[in-house]
């Protein structure tokens, strides 16, 4: 092996290691992994197979060692002995058969990988370091898919155009340029390397970033209504506290109305009690406590804008369906529910919440002005908020992941939204 090859291995292997690392990610979860103990076991397996290769290249050591450092690198998770094996298994089967392929066609180009030319081995290596990224790229769009995360068509073109340019310009470089310009070469192999894990990178940490946004957003929501409801439950208690320290006063006050056979008044005074009991607006009372709580706020929003509700409740205590999840849906179709009945002439908002069969029903109708805007084929708010449309795409993801549907329908003065989510 020349110096030239062994220094464009050593690169290729470290892109290599990166990739292994993106497909254990697949079939792991990191969240509660040790970073600097992942990128020490990382570090590690790059030595040592880089090590193994450059000294002995021998294929049955190669396989060998390779099988057993991929075991040891799945102990940076957790997970049971069972997936391990499957990923170790799944990952170096797929690597390998890319290596095959790519042995194969190139071959069929009239460039043998195992000639022992520089210039055809960097080209055997690189492209099959390079393939291999590509599917990593592929597979961990499918995860996302299967997370609730949407990747769009251009994410989908870019994780194909971007490795595969970058295979090309490589092949055309060592093609023409490797013998007189070695060291111009490989610099530019290493940055064409560099920003191809830079740019899907990047990426990642901008849908990161948009899904924590999008998560902070509803947990302050969430919180707010919690707050509500606490607020609404404290003003009840004080005013029950009141009304047992005026008790006999209160019986005092009904004696005197019952003596003189006065059932006006007594009605009059038990209907004033009650009234000052509740003088708290409590919308919902289902015992719902995640329930209650979105409806109580969104509704006390509704009422300052001057519309009326009516809300029905038949559910449990507790559901299946996460809070989260619970606080999302309904809060973002009261969100939309209120802004629409805001510009109506008549406000409105009736919403409904029943569990039939293990199976929840969200049903809200809400008044609005008749005037409806499409965007893309899709109704769109009128409201002009940069983060708008966040919680509506977070509200049809939480449907989705209970196996639910959302039906939209509508004549000239109502709209109205029905939401089907299994309880299971």
Same mark, same amino acid.
């Given at each position: ?25 697949? *079939? ?8 600097? $103990? ?7 397996? *790059? ?8 000294? #002995? ?20 998770? $957790? ?60 597979? @961990? +769009? ?13 994410h989908w073109l870019s994780i194909f155009i971007i490795p595969a340019s970058t295979l090309i ?51 302050? $929501? ?6 509500? $409801? ?45 009234? #000052? ?42 559901? +299946?369906?996460? @809070? #989260? ?24 908002? +009736?919403? @409904? ?12 109708s809400n008044s609005y002005d008749g005037k409806l805007k499409f965007a893309a084929n899709k109704l769109a708010s009128t409201k002009d908020d940069k983060n708008h449309g ?35």
């Amino acid at each position: 092996m020349s110096n030239s090859y062994v220094a464009v291995y050593l690169i290729t292997n470290i892109f290599a290691t990166y990739t292994l690392y993106r497909y254990m990610c697949i *079939f792991f979860d990191r969240k509660d992994v040790d970073k600097r $103990q992942e990128f020490l076991s990382y570090s590690l397996y *790059f030595c040592i197979n880089s090590f193994l290769y450059l000294t #002995f290249n021998k294929p049955a050591l190669t396989i060998t060692s390779n099988l057993i450092m991929f075991f040891l690198l799945t102990y940076n998770y $957790q997970s049971t002995t069972r997936n391990r094996l499957t990923a170790v298994v799944s990952v170096y089967m797929i690597l390998m058969i890319i290596e095959v392929l790519v042995m194969l066609i190139l071959l069929s180009f009239g460039i043998t990988v195992t000639s022992g030319h520089d210039a055809a081995m960097i080209m055997g290596l690189i492209s099959i370091k390079i393939i291999s990224y590509i599917f990593m790229l592929f597979l @961990s +769009n499918f995860k996302m898919i299967s997370n609730d995360i949407k990747v769009s068509n251009i994410h989908w073109l870019s994780i194909f155009i971007i490795p595969a340019s970058t295979l090309i310009l490589v092949l055309i470089m060592v093609f023409r340029t490797y013998d007189s310009n070695v060291r111009e070469t490989i610099i530019s192999i290493v940055l064409l390397l560099v920003m191809n894990v830079l740019v899907f990178y990047f990426y990642d940490e901008i849908m990161n970033s948009y899904e924590a946004k999008i998560e902070k957003t509803l947990l302050k $929501q969430q919180n707010e209504a919690y707050l509500k $409801q606490l607020e609404i439950i404290n003003n009840s208690k004080e005013n029950l506290k009141t009304f047992r320290h005026d008790l006999i006063n209160h019986a005092y006050s009904l004696k005197y109305y019952i003596d003189n056979h006065d059932c006006e008044g007594a009605t009059e005074y038990l209907d004033n009690i009650f009234e #000052f009991i509740n003088n708290s607006k409590e919308y919902a009372k289902s015992g719902n406590s995640e329930i209650d709580s979105i409806i109580n706020y969104k509704l006390d929003l509704a009422e300052r804008q001057g519309i009326n509700s009516e809300v029905y409740l038949a559910i449990p205590d507790k559901l +299946n369906i996460s @809070s #989260f999840d619970l606080s999302i849906v309904i809060g973002n179709l009261l969100d939309n529910a209120i802004e629409a009945a805001a510009k109506a002439e008549k406000k409105f908002i +009736n919403i @409904s919440v029943e569990l039939d069969r293990n199976v929840l029903y969200i049903s809200i109708s809400n008044s609005y002005d008749g005037k409806l805007k499409f965007a893309a084929n899709k109704l769109a708010s009128t409201k002009d908020d940069k983060n708008h449309g966040l919680g509506m795409s977070s509200a049809e993801k939480s449907i989705e992941k209970y196996k639910g549907i959302m039906n939209i329908r509508h004549d000239d003065r109502v709209f109205y939204v029905d939401v089907l989510m299994y309880n299971l």
